[in-house]
């Protein structure tokens, strides 16, 4: 949580621009399924979570990291 009223804006920023890509990005059907009740919190800790794990990834694009999150957290169902 942020501690002070500039980390505040900074976690602002970050959470909106996560939100911004996985929402385009969530739009091409096939990339990832979100749910219905996935919040952009939910979203924004994911990401986080994927980026700490996996710390070598971390110089790719941010959007290319975004939603490779949201793939391993979201696949969706293999059609047949």
């Known amino acids: 949580m942020p501690s002070d009223l ?6 602002g ?8 890509v996985a929402t385009g ?3 091409k059907s ?3 399924c979100l749910g219905p009740a996935v ?8 990401v986080l979570k994927f ?3 996996n710390p070598a990834q971390t110089d790719r694009p941010t959007h290319l990291l975004i939603v490779d ?12």
Do not use: L
């Not at 999150?69 to 047949?80: D, L």
């Open 6 to 11: 500039s980390d505040a804006y900074t976690h």
């Open 30 to 32: 096939g990339t990832f």
């Open 69 to 80: 999150a949201m793939k391993s957290a979201f696949p969706c169902p293999v059609r047949k």
């Open 13 to 20: 920023v970050c959470e909106g621009y996560v939100t911004g």
């Open 51 to 53: 980026m700490k794990d």
């Open 25 to 27: 990005a969530g739009m």
């Open 39 to 46: 919040t952009n919190s939910q979203t924004f800790n994911i």
